[in-house]
């Protein structure tokens, strides 16, 4: 009997998991959301900055990690247009500059924030760690011109912002080493301010740097995107999904329990 | 071309899913489209956003005079074009001076960087709380946390010391540094849970919304 | 009379009070300095001053600059008051500058300082702050480079016992016993990754002893190049254990490049073929849990490893013996005895025997309210 | 010239960005300046001969007939698609940006949301506790999980009402990622660093040579 149980055909499990996300998505619910310290720092960090300043997004990421990042990315920008925080977009990743570009293009229409005065999007170089030390000595050696090829000299914003010294903080979208990175190469050295909004994979590996007040925030993956969303007051795909995440991991949960107590018994039996 | 841009996308994103029955034809269509498609867009981005802003145009400018500055740059412009050299049998052991060029530069900025960003700061990060303890101005929670943290690192540490032999106290240190190595996967593997799921809600947000939205 | 006495004491009080006040106001900027900054480029010259006392009525502080022979000129906005120190980003090389700290009070009177004496932005060579970083390295590159040399002068390094390399032999006895075949696979990375020249090393080792037993090793490659340097690799250990004859060249094969598809395909050879053990070595990404489930299902006994950080908590949990990250490179340096890597494992203990001491004492020195291992290394900009 | 001439290459610019970094001076600050913009220049045409590398690999599988070869032409197809709108035209081209937000973003999007069933999976049939470690290793994961959805505190609060102590479970996954994780973590960044640098020493100093190659 138990034998059997444990063999069934996987595809019934996965049948099950497709029904844990379908059911919720059609009858969505509304679970109250905890906010956590990480993602609070960065919330308030950004709220403390005066207006007029000016900071830095990297779309470190490719769209495969779209599902984690962008709610979190949409929720920043929105907060600092609100804010009046100027937001200059770069990518290490070829595959941010297509995604970036058409994230804050998006967030810019509803906010009425204007390119050039509010915003501008660089886009992408190759070289990684180059890229991020080559901005620390001028950011035009390395992005003559924004993604749209407009000289930075001629872009309103750009005029008093040369390197990193007038970089408030830099937010590091990443699904991979980057913020590593970033840490490495722009935090000690630089001495600019950093923060992080990292998929699921990676978060576990990020709070050494916050202990150490390397990073001065950190948004996790879609948990970390409705809190923040909540913080901001203005819900959206964050909250909707986490709150259907929940029946999934309690699908998960129960699998691994039921999957243990099997193989308990089966053990025992043997024994 | 909205719409038919949906219908691609869902058509693309079930053959993947697909491969949840079996590998199969429809399967194997997406999975080498997808690797084509995204080598093509890498290039495409490397050559707009790369080569062409960093290489070509430094050396256009040289070229042509305007600035002759810009001659210093065709150094590095010949340094990379040996990476061709690649496709001559002969000559190609002449890539291996840009290889070496840039993995070069690259060591040496990492040795003090890495050195600084990872070991000096996280060891700093290690004995800080303790002077708080010494300025009194932790909680008991805190002060817990704090030791719990150095007796942590130690303990996993000593558990990648690989030239003595983990007997007597080393061998419960290096135990001890396993169970906090093992809670830290653990709370990695929930972490990743987390991500996957999120994933997969958001293709049938698309699928259910998107995609049922140009059919109902 | 006595209400008219009382009031000119109260008026001379304030007056006098008013009249300290104000004086202190006036009374200028005291301790004057302008240096070159150190560490520096030369492009800039730190300014330094001793702070009003609070109730003094100062707003706030300009700094004016003169260029040797030139007139005053200020620079930079008002700083606020309980500003001591101010650094001038703006100098030219070469040109001597003197500067006046002026406080300007709330009713913008002002007071200026002395002036400084002249003086001058310069470069330096060595960033003193940074002596404890220069050190460490050159410790640390020189434990590397001795503990290579000595490995390759011969002595011999002892690595610690890898538990889950002890585990192969098991695992190779139980599949000779059930007369089942055994499946090594390499993962997804590159013939140049870390991880798959360690895998390779193991895999050089699993094929002595199948050599021996005679049991089938087969090994499914994901890259066509991996392919052809494994054969010759497996081909030499059969030959090195006299057993040419029980070397089958087609045992190591390639399947094919795609993630998944790779995956699938393992997994049909599992279902099919039942090994007996299942090697997982060398770079995974998200396919390895596939793998790994699908190993256990057949109730292979599985021993993985990879230095893939994000894919170890899914194998630890799925597998019976994980090589974790750095036991992986270990586990190869054990097997293959080669100097340089033997040196490097040796030097790099040492580098963390340099972390504990540094962490004993901190926290021993912390605790006693002494700072000098935090002060080595703070963050200097 | 083949051997020699790289490490001596790889080691001069290696050293000069290393001491750059130590040094203040406008001079040295200048000569770190201009080598990093020159292995900016070079790094583009790195990436070009990757493209190229994986069609040669895929000319030589057509050739040889190996399994599956016909996929090869989607490979092709998808390279080509993408390179002849986006070379000539640009990555801003309403069409290529089309191309990728229809073709590569769903199918990308989509591979790694497999995951999510393989893990349901997985969960069932291999994640064990059969050791110590391994069940730490669970546990940890099954609050993690949980603690990341608002659905557990929610269940904590609810069942445990009586106790006076609110959402435990986000209370605890955050305690845990803060201290036994955060030792866990920064034990492993101190060895991985320890490793890199060395290997960066190696690299300089000439020792290690792998990434020269074969032949002379």
Known sequence: MLEKLMDIDRRIIFILVVLAVIIPTLLPINLPISVSAPTRQLHDYINALPAGSTIMLAFDYGPASLAELNPMAKALLKQCFDKDVRVIGITLAPEGTAMGSTLIQEIADETGAIDGEDYVFLGYRPGEELVILGMGSDIASVFETDYNGKPLADIPMMTNVTNYDQISLLIDLASGSSTEIWITYANVRYNLQIAAGVTGVIISQMYPYLQTGQLIGLISGIAGAAEYETLLDAPAKGILWINIESFVHLLIAGLVVIGNIAFFVQRRKEE | MEVFGIWVAAFLTLCIYSFLYRDNPFYRFAEYLFVGVSVGYVFVLTTHQGFIPLAWKPFWAAITGESLIGLIKLIPICIGLLFFTRFSTQHQWLVRYPIAILIGAGSGLAIPNVLRANIFEQTRGTIEPFAAIHAGTLSAGEIFGAILMVIGVVCTLTYFFFSIEHRGPIKWVSKVGIAFLMIGFGSAFGNTVMGRVALLIQRVDFLLNDWGGTIF | MIKITQWIVVCLVLCVSVGIAFSQGLSPPSNVTAVDTPNDDGSSVTIKWDAAPEDSGISGYQILRRIAGGGLEEIGEMLPAGTTTYVDATIEKGNVYAYIVRAVTETEATVDSNETAPTTGTDEWFHTGRIPLFVAMLLFGAAIVWNIYDARSGKEIFVRRIPGLEAVDEAIGRATEMGRSILYVLGLGGVSGPATIASMTILGQVARRTADYETPLRVPCRDPIVMSVVREMVKASYLDEGRPDAYNEENIFYLTSGQFAYAAGVDGMMIREKPAAVFLQGTFYAESLILAETGNSIGAIQIAGTDSEHQLPFLITACDYTLIGEELYAASTYLSREPMLLGSLKGQDWGKVLIFASLVLGVLLELSGVNWITTLLQRVG | ?216
């Open chain 4, 1 to 216: 010239m083949r051997r020699q001439v790289p490490l001596i290459l790889c080691f001069v610019f290696g050293v000069v960005m290393m001491l750059t970094q130590f040094s203040p001076h406008s001079f040295s600050q200048g000569i770190y300046e201009e080598v990093l913009s020159w292995a900016l220049i070079i790094s583009p045409f790195m990436l070009v001969l990757g493209t190229v590398t994986l069609i040669q690999t895929h000319v030589a599988r057509i050739r040889r007939r190996t399994e599956h070869w016909q996929y090869s032409f989607i490979i092709f197809a998808g390279i080509l698609l993408m390179v002849v709108i986006g070379i000539p035209f640009g990555p801003q081209h309403p069409i290529f940006v089309w191309l990728f937000n229809n073709v590569q973003v769903p199918m990308d999007a989509t591979m790694f949301s497999l995951l999510a069933f393989f893990i349901a999976s997985a969960a069932y049939r291999a994640f064990r506790a059969r050791t110590f470690e391994a069940s730490l290793l669970l546990v940890t994961a099954l609050i993690v999980m949980l603690g990341n959805v608002p659905i557990g505190d929610l269940f904590w609060n609810t069942v445990l009402s009586g106790l006076p102590w609110d959402n435990g479970l986000s209370d605890t996954k955050q305690w845990i990622l803060d201290n036994p994780n955060l030792s866990a973590r920064r034990g492993i960044i101190l060895g991985v660093s320890l490793g890199a640098i060395s290997q960066s020493i190696r690299i300089l100093l000439g020792i290690e040579r792998s990434y020269l190659g074969g032949g002379d």
